[in-house]
């Protein structure tokens, strides 16, 4: 079965700087997807970022990028220009592309911008 | 807005009882999922179903179960409550059988039993 890893319960940053947050994954298949979702006070779950295995090239939006290192299982995600609206609970997770397709999510980071 | 609609938002009721957790997937979405958020076990896949059926099954208890109707809304049905089920249970959709696009969540369904 596959799972999900967030080794950082917390982290800070300061307002205006950078920080990454890591995820780690485990699976034998060569083909899924990863996201990374935020999950603010309002407890909504909203989609930040994707990345296809098959593709090579880190996936971008905005002030969001991944360091997708498909050899290592490595998903992390890089926040620039940090504001005080990002300060949130962040997960990472995993969708097969076969069966269920359904999303392991890693325990989650929360993140707090000190401004 | 993701256009998952799940109501009711919140729910307190005692051990024992019955509840009922619905969900209204996006427009022309034909998989629904359901997740349960508790503290202590993070977010966990129920159960999926497809255009009506049901297509999977994580870790779901067998006091809970489910259903998609007709019109596409789902039901999850909870009884025998007790207080560990007191969570944020989710619902999300996403496009039929395609799993190259990301699942859009509603707000949830925050069970407290008490």
């Known amino acids: 079965a596959q799972t999900v890893t967030q080794s950082q319960p917390e982290m800070s940053v300061q307002e205006a700087e950078t920080v990454t947050l890591s995820c780690t994954y485990d699976?034998?298949?060569?083909?899924?997807?990863l996201f990374w979702y935020k999950q603010p006070p309002s407890r909504q779950m909203i989609l930040v970022i994707r990345?296809?295995?098959?593709?090579?090239q880190n996936a971008t939006e905005n002030r969001f990028s991944v360091n997708f290192q498909k050899a290592a299982k490595s998903f992390s995600l890089k926040i620039s220009d940090s504001q005080l609206g990002d300060a949130a609970m962040y997960f990472c997770a995993y969708r097969e592309i076969q069966g269920a397709q359904k999303l392991v999510f890693g325990q989650g980071t929360r993140l707090t911008i000190n401004p | 807005d993701s256009g998952v609609t799940q109501t009711p938002k919140h729910l307190i009721t005692a051990t024992g009882q019955r509840v009922t957790l619905r969900c209204s997937p996006r427009s022309g979405d034909l998989s629904v999922y359901w997740y349960q958020q508790s503290l202590d076990q993070g977010l966990q896949f129920l159960i999926q179903?497809?255009?009506?059926?049901?297509?999977a099954k994580g870790n779901i208890l067998e006091r809970f179960s489910a259903q998609q109707f007709p019109d596409l809304h789902s039901e999850l049905n909870l009884s025998s409550l007790e207080l560990g089920d007191s969570a944020l249970y989710f619902c999300a959709s996403s496009v039929a059988g395609r799993s190259r696009t990301e699942a859009f969540f509603g707000q949830g369904t925050r069970l407290t039993v008490v």
């Open positions: 990345q296809e295995a098959y593709k090579q």
């Open positions: 179903y497809y255009n009506g059926e049901e297509r």
């Open positions: 699976t034998s298949e060569s083909d899924y997807y």
